[in-house]
């Protein structure tokens, strides 16, 4: 889901999200679910070391990844922003760049992209309008996975 419902006007918005760790918003509370390992995503034959990421284009969608960077410990030479999954899963298909996700991202890229495993993990959060603790999010809350 894109990050940009929660700036829709008021009955546009949704009771509440799931995203990427660093994605909130101003006027909303967000509180941890599960995490899940990273993987680097890549072109067959266009598969860097970790260690090279410094080097690389770097291909993604949506604010939290300047916090899954920070933790990683990288800054690629380049970074270049999709409007959503679709177009990057394209660009790294194409072989514009490489981009970091989790592993259960994998569905999204297709045949024509790698999947690399790599040293960190993503972790996905509740995200809700403050004063809107409604007792379907108190469950999601308490059994984030049903």
Same mark, same amino acid.
Do not use: K, N, Q
């Given at each position: 889901? !894109?990050?940009?419902v929660?700036?829709?006007?008021?009955?546009?918005?949704?009771?509440?999200?799931?995203?990427?760790?660093?994605?909130?918003?101003?006027?909303?509370?967000?509180?941890?679910?599960?995490?899940?390992?990273?993987?680097?995503?890549?072109?067959?034959?266009?598969?860097?070391?970790?260690?090279?990421?410094?080097?690389?284009?770097?291909?993604?969608?949506?604010?939290?990844?300047?916090?899954?960077?920070?933790?990683?410990?990288?800054?690629?030479?380049?970074?270049?922003?999709?409007?959503?999954?679709?177009?990057? !899963?394209?660009?790294? !298909?194409?072989? =514009?760049?490489?981009?970091?996700a989790?592993?259960?991202?994998?569905?999204? =890229?297709?045949?024509?992209?790698?999947?690399?495993?790599i040293?960190?993990?993503?972790?996905?959060?509740?995200?809700?309008?403050?004063?809107?603790?409604?007792?379907?999010l108190?469950?999601?809350?308490?059994?984030?996975?049903?």
């Amino acid at each position: 889901m !894109a990050i940009e419902v929660c700036d829709g006007e008021d009955a546009d918005r949704p009771d509440a999200i799931v995203a990427p760790y660093g994605e909130r918003r101003p006027g909303w509370r967000s509180a941890p679910l599960w995490s899940e390992p990273l993987a680097l995503y890549v072109r067959p034959g266009h598969a860097p070391e970790p260690a090279d990421l410094a080097d690389m284009t770097l291909v993604t969608c949506g604010a939290w990844t300047s916090a899954m960077l920070a933790g990683l410990g990288v800054s690629p030479a380049h970074i270049h922003y999709g409007r959503d999954w679709r177009d990057v !899963a394209t660009l790294v !298909a194409e072989g =514009f760049g490489i981009t970091i996700a989790g592993i259960s991202a994998a569905e999204i =890229f297709g045949p024509d992209v790698r999947a690399l495993p790599i040293d960190g993990w993503l972790t996905y959060c509740v995200y809700w309008r403050e004063g809107d603790d409604t007792p379907g999010l108190g469950r999601l809350l308490e059994h984030p996975h049903g």
